[in-house]
């Protein structure tokens, strides 16, 4: 049988060309923006001045412990943040500090 040869030939021309490829998506990865991290609380503040609203959050796993922390937004979301509402968002750390993206109204976490 002549298959042999042929197929080793293709695993050792084929393996380390699929490495490289997930090496390279590796990379890419590394390049992206900062990563962003889903985070679900409630507004409790809204600072105009700061461009900021005040959030106490639920536990970021990996990230940070639950806590009341102030978020950078941008100005539509500080527009429409009211106390009290229960948001959804994603965190992301910034060279000048927290930010919140993609704010959403959400349902308040129901009572057990
Ligand atoms: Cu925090």
New binding site residues.
């Given amino acids: 049988m002549k298959l042999r040869p042929f197929v080793a030939f293709l695993v050792l021309t084929l393996a380390p060309a699929a490495i490289f490829a997930a090496d390279s998506k590796t990379a890419e990865k590394t390049i992206e923006a900062p990563k962003r991290h889903p985070l679900r609380g409630v507004i409790t503040g809204v600072l105009a001045e700061k461009s900021s609203i005040l ?1 106490k ?1 639920e536990d ?1 796993p990996g ?7 102030a978020f950078k937004v941008d100005a539509a979301t500080l527009q429409s943040a009211k106390e009290g509402q229960a948001i959804t968002g994603l ?1 992301a750390r910034e060279a000048d500090g ?1 930010h919140l993206y993609d704010v959403k109204p959400a349902a308040p976490k129901p009572a057990k």
Avoid: K, Q, S
């Fill in positions: 959030v959050h970021i990230v940070m412990r639950a806590m009341t922390m965190l927290w």
